[in-house]
């Protein structure tokens, strides 16, 4: 894993400042600092944390120049497409994951996954090693930065496995991913089994529970006790684990409150002040990266790609068709019936970045989707207050909605439903089909999937993992040809 050895900090100035690069090269560049000397400069720790929630929304996260290269909102949009209920308008951005090209070991875009995230990974192992030590009292501040460094670490890998391996359940003994410990190591790591990678996360984030109480952050932007809730409420409903599912997905709303249903489909999701946002970044005029950017690919009448060169990503025409009309959200879609509004039938209007300059927020977690977590999770314990969850969401978007009396896997297939409406673009759907062992269907009954598009894909079939990037099988002696994902 020699991009992430090369990975170098350089502290600007005041020690405030974090720059991060990684280089596929033999030695360490001359004028680099060790992660020890790093570690040792004032504010460095604390530098890093937020320089990691900057490389997380920056273009070239992934240290390519494609302008669906910027950060985790970026990779998680193209898992979206990866999946059936977006569908993508034209041959644009995003074709690659959405024709399956781009998960093979040659292209850029597997690279982009496993740079983004081991990226972080290597910054945030800086903070824990610096930290993380039987002879080092910390203070309060301290401990709040620790808490981060866990929870950044196991975001990372949570989504590495996913997008690499498959899901828990069934494959606890097949190939993961690589987990580092630290920045630097040779010869690089070989791939740790699924079972693994999960021995790692979890203690790691319940450590970060541990050091994030009482955390009071400044922005959305920070992950706290809540959002660290989050992230193990969806990593316990990965690996079956329903009642901790439940309890950290109820923790993790602790706070949140639910919109107005009213406002769903007008908010135009672009702002992080929204009730309901858990977890984002906040896009401004120095922050933003334009035309490489969600807003550039999702908001219909930017001048970006969807709108500027008719990108739009439209809804699965089947999935609209089971949407009551009662529902509220139903208006973020164009209706195709009597349409005047100069979009294609189906076009999405549920991103809409106010500014008009692409300084848009991105949502990373919103309380929503904690509803439905527990919900789920409830519902396969058995437990009857899980309609009385699933209706506390879906009654806020549809005022008709009568509270389900289905049980067990009718139940669960309901919220699965609620699931594909309410996070619609939003990163979860692809991941969706994997964790639920689902197929990929675009063909069957009237589907409005582009020819391009029209792929179907037999469940926990191998285009549901993408392959390892070319240049890591290049570098890391432990990870050789017979190790790769099957094309």
């Not at 001359?30 to 720790?45: F, I, M, R, T, Y």
């Not at 999935?319 to 009551?324: A, C, K, R, T």
């Not at 964790?435 to 469940?459: V, W, Y």
Request: glycine letters at 8%; hydrophobic letters at 40%.
């Amino acid at each position: 894993m020699k991009q992430l050895k090369y990975i170098f900090l350089l502290i600007i100035a005041t020690g405030l400042f974090v720059s991060c690069e990684d280089d596929l090269l033999d030695t360490t560049p001359a004028d680099s600092l060790s992660a020890e000397q790093v570690a040792a400069a004032p504010g460095a720790n604390a530098a890093i944390i937020n320089g990691i929630y900057a490389n997380l929304r920056s273009w070239q996260a992934g240290s390519t120049t494609a302008h669906v290269d910027y950060g985790h909102k970026g990779l998680i949009s193209g898992f979206d497409m990866m999946a059936q209920d977006i569908v993508l308008n034209n041959f644009n951005w995003y074709i690659f994951f959405y024709n399956f090209n781009g998960r093979q070991q040659t292209s850029t875009r597997t690279l982009i996954a496993w740079v983004t995230y081991y990226s972080e990974v290597a910054n945030a192992n800086i903070v824990i090693n610096n930290l993380n030590t039987p002879e080092k009292t910390l203070t309060e501040e301290e401990e709040h930065l620790l808490g981060q460094a866990f929870a950044i670490k196991s975001f990372c890998l949570f989504n590495l496995v996913r997008i690499y391996g498959h899901t828990y359940l069934g494959h606890e003994n097949d190939p993961g991913v690589p987990i580092p410990n630290r920045i630097e190591f040779e010869p690089g790591k070989p791939r740790g089994t699924i079972q693994d990678v999960y021995d790692q996360i979890i203690p790691d984030l319940e450590k970060a529970l541990t050091l994030l109480d009482g955390f009071s952050r400044g922005s959305k932007q920070q992950i706290n006790k809540e959002v660290a809730h989050g992230i193990l409420a969806n990593v316990y409903l990965e690996t079956g684990n329903w009642a901790l599912a439940a309890q950290n997905a109820a923790a993790a709303r602790t706070g949140s409150q639910l919109m107005p249903g009213n406002q769903w489909a007008t908010d135009g999701f672009d702002q992080i002040s929204n009730v309901e946002w858990m977890w984002g970044a906040d896009i401004d005029s120095e922050s933003t990266t334009v035309f490489p950017s969600f807003f550039s690919h999702f908001d219909s009448r930017s001048s970006g790609y969807a709108g500027g060169s008719g990108g739009h990503k439209l809804i699965d025409a089947r999935l609209y068709n089971q949407i009551p009309d009662s529902d509220l959200r139903k208006a973020a879609w164009i209706s195709p019936i009597n349409n005047d509004s100069g979009l294609p039938d189906y076009t999405n209007v549920k991103f809409v970045d106010a500014t008009g300059s692409f300084e848009g927020d991105y949502v990373y977690m919103r309380s929503a989707e904690m509803y439905l977590i527990e919900a789920e999770a409830k519902a396969r314990l058995g437990d009857a207050t899980a309609a009385d969850v699933l209706f506390e969401l879906v009654s806020n978007r549809n005022p008709d909605y009568i509270k389900s009396t289905n049980t067990g896997d009718a139940l669960v297939e309901e919220i699965y439903l609620q699931r594909r409406i309410e996070l619609w673009g939003e990163g979860v759907s692809w991941f969706d089909l994997k964790r639920l062992k689902k197929p990929l269907d675009r063909t069957s009954g009237d589907t409005n999937h582009k020819t391009f598009g029209q792929i179907d894909i037999e469940a926990e079939g191998n285009f549901f993992r993408l392959q390892i990037p070319e240049d890591e099988l290049n570098s890391n002696e432990n990870i050789n040809v017979a190790d790769q994902n099957p094309s």
